[in-house]
């Protein structure tokens, strides 16, 4: 049964990445620039005088904008410096759904930017993220690059913890999202080494600057915390002025963000982004967004370097059928009719129902012996049906030691108890990325202690469950009131 689960981490990105893996991490260097100050009150761009508190570069990406139309005096946001770093602040009070802002096609740093530059002949085969990525390293040496103002305001790394030291990374000791980061980095690395060899490095005309794998993870790391996915045409598209926006868990509806026809310069029209506000705002607030509703904390950690709070904990039980299982063809075959596979990925979220298809799967994965039956080809069309109810004491007992067994071996993987993780955070006095990953551990134990307790639970139910034989019987009217099996009809 050793390969009923793996305890692994999944990863449903916009763009594609990989299964597990370790290595040695790089170092990284040290980076030199960055925006996030410790104030608590906006302090927002004026028009007139500079305001000492925003960052010459940003009054500067300013005046570009207003410059090239994309903003005028009825704006009604400014960027200001916030707790999260930069950020969007209204500068009159603005009505939710009202429109906050409008980015023309033309500034837009998506596939086809990239396909459309200078870069562009080499861009064809690659995977649009990277041909995005080389766009943003080739534009950001360019002294003449449209974008040049727009460099100016993008911090050089997030807390996102692909970023992380080794010394940073060792406080997610056995946690899931060790593992995923560890998979994503090396990940990255692959793609850039294949990427120098086969286009940088053979087109020094187009890339005359070395470009680093530093940078690339750079590129990498704006582009997954920045880029809006999910628009009508556009899965990958980084909007200059509306990446300023950051995210609040208050706001709980996602569709903020919108392609629209529009005038976009004096006598032109063009695709423009649109972003409305989620919330009704007094001037002077910030405007925020949500992210990602269905992201876990530790997918928000990896991508955009924060943590956003308790109700985001999650686990990723990875179920497999073994290819040893001598049922295995069988039991694919039923996986895949219900739109399942040989491994499959559930999040589990702490307090939440498990995920409907979970038991079942768990269920066939499991199945043997005398229950060996039902993967005949005569059941097939029914034997789902079957796998949403218990089958057997022997089956239902199995998964429950499994994943009681699987959630135990992972918890004893980390090396501080929840009780230790939760007096440092009372405590505080922890840096950004120590507080993080002290949330994210913690978290990730209450989950597993949570299925572990699931399924302790269900274990102590198994004698009053009623399994296949039982439902069977009392199909063909065989049981009696009592639950006595009647053999025969007395008359
Ligand atoms: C799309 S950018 C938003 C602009 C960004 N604050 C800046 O200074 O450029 C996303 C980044 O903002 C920060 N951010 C956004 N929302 C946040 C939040 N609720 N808490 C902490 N950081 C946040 C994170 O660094 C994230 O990677």
Not at 86 to 115: M, Q, S, Y
Not at 307 to 319: E, H, I, K, N, Y
Not at 323 to 346: C, H, P, R, V
Not at 453 to 468: D, H, I, P, S, V
Request: charged share 25%.
């Amino acid at each position: 049964m050793s390969n009923l689960f793996s305890l692994n981490s999944s990863f449903s990105p916009g763009f594609p990445f990989p299964t597990r893996t370790s290595k040695q991490l790089p170092l990284l260097t040290n980076p030199t620039y960055q925006f996030k100050k410790p104030i608590f009150l906006a302090s927002v761009l004026s028009t007139k005088t500079s305001d000492p508190q925003i960052p010459q570069s940003v009054q500067t990406f300013w005046e570009w904008l207003r410059d090239e139309g994309v903003v005028s005096s009825k704006t009604p946001v400014k960027p200001g410096v916030v707790p999260e770093g930069l950020g969007l602040v209204a500068t009159r009070d603005i009505a939710k759904n009202e429109v906050v802002l409008e980015v023309p096609k033309r500034f837009w740093i998506n596939p086809d930017a990239a396909a459309s530059s200078e870069i562009g002949s080499v861009c064809s085969g690659l995977k649009p993220w990277i041909s995005v990525a080389l766009l943003l390293l080739r534009e950001k040496t360019r002294e003449d690059s449209k974008w040049k103002h727009y460099f100016g305001v993008l911090p050089q790394y997030t807390d996102s913890t692909i970023f992380w030291s080794e010394e940073e990374l060792a406080e997610l000791q056995g946690s899931q999202l060790l593992s995923t980061t560890l998979s994503v980095k090396e990940y990255v690395q692959t793609e850039f080494q294949k990427v120098e060899a086969e286009v940088i490095l053979p087109n020094k005309r187009l890339f005359p600057f070395p470009i680093t794998l530093d940078d690339f993870f750079w590129a990498f790391g704006m582009l997954r915390s920045r880029a809006f996915s999910r628009l009508r045409n556009q899965n990958l598209v980084v909007v200059p002025f509306a990446d300023l926006i950051n995210h609040s868990d208050l706001v709980t509806t996602e569709d903020h963000a919108h392609e629209v026809r529009g005038p976009a310069g004096l006598f032109s029209w063009d695709y423009l982004f649109s972003l409305r506000s989620p919330l009704d705002l007094k001037a002077g607030e910030q405007v925020f967004i949500q992210y990602d509703l269905n992201k876990s904390n530790a997918d928000m950690a990896l991508d955009y370097g924060f943590v956003p709070g308790s109700s985001r904990d999650a686990f990723t039980l990875t179920l497999q059928i073994s290819e040893s299982d001598e049922f295995f063809d069988d039991k694919l075959d039923i996986a895949e009719n219900n739109g399942l596979g040989a491994t499959e990925y559930f999040d589990i979220k702490l307090d939440c129902p498990l995920p409907p298809m979970m038991l079942p799967y768990l269920r066939l994965v499991a199945l043997g012996g005398t229950d060996a039956f039902l993967l005949e080809s005569i059941f097939r069309n029914a034997v789902w049906g079957h796998l949403e109810l218990p089958i057997s004491r022997a089956n239902e007992e199995l998964i429950c030691q499994v994943v009681q067994k699987a959630c135990n071996s992972a918890l004893s993987a980390y090396p501080t108890s929840i009780e230790e993780d939760d007096n440092l955070l009372e405590e505080g006095n922890l840096s950004t990325r120590h507080m993080m990953a002290v949330k994210i551990r913690a978290g990730e134990k209450k989950v597993l202690q949570y299925i572990s307790k699931l399924f302790e639970e269900r274990e102590a139910e198994l004698a009053g469950l009623e399994y296949y034989q039982e439902r069977r019987l009392k199909d063909l009217g065989l049981v009696g009131e009592q639950g006595e099996i009647i053999f025969w009809e007395s008359r």
